[in-house]
Nanobody, 125 residues
Framework: QVQLVESGGGSVQAGGSLRLSCAASGYTTRPVCMGWFRQAPGKEREGVATVYTRGTTTRYADSVKGRFTISRDNAKNTLYLQMNNLKPEDTAMYYC??????????????????WGRGTQVTVSS
């Protein structure tokens, strides 16, 4: 059974940094695309960033470009999201996800086959 487990969330002040991790296990075949979504209270879940599990192609939502970096370590089956210069509007629950399909933007939830339970990020002003 595929499991995605996020960690690394927390509370920081604006301008601070956090690094999220997502440990994956249970795959029989490595997914093609992995990504991070986030959901703030009262808002829809939105795609933040994606990376192909082969190669280095990444893509980001406009709201995080230049501040967030997605990466993965296939040997460790771990996905990362380095978040710098955090803003209060980045406050949300962050979810790791994976799909057997391509990273297609704009991202929609149903494209993704597997989900973690999320890790909370809170940015204070």
């Amino acid at each position: 059974q595929v499991q995605l487990v996020e960690s690394g969330g927390g509370s920081v002040q604006a301008g601070g940094s956090l690094r999220l991790s997502c440990a994956a296990s249970g795959y029989t075949t490595r997914p093609v695309c992995m990504g991070w979504f986030r959901q703030a209270p009262g808002k829809e879940r939105e795609g933040v960033a994606t990376v192909y599990t082969r190669g280095t192609t990444t893509r980001y939502a406009d709201s995080v470009k230049g501040r967030f970096t997605i990466s993965r370590d296939n040997a460790k089956n771990t996905l990362y999201l380095q978040m710098n210069n955090l803003k209060p509007e980045d406050t949300a629950m962050y979810y790791c996800s994976a799909t057997r399909g391509s990273c297609r933007w704009p991202l929609i939830e149903r494209q993704f086959n597997y989900w973690g339970r999320g890790t909370q990020v809170t940015v204070s002003s």
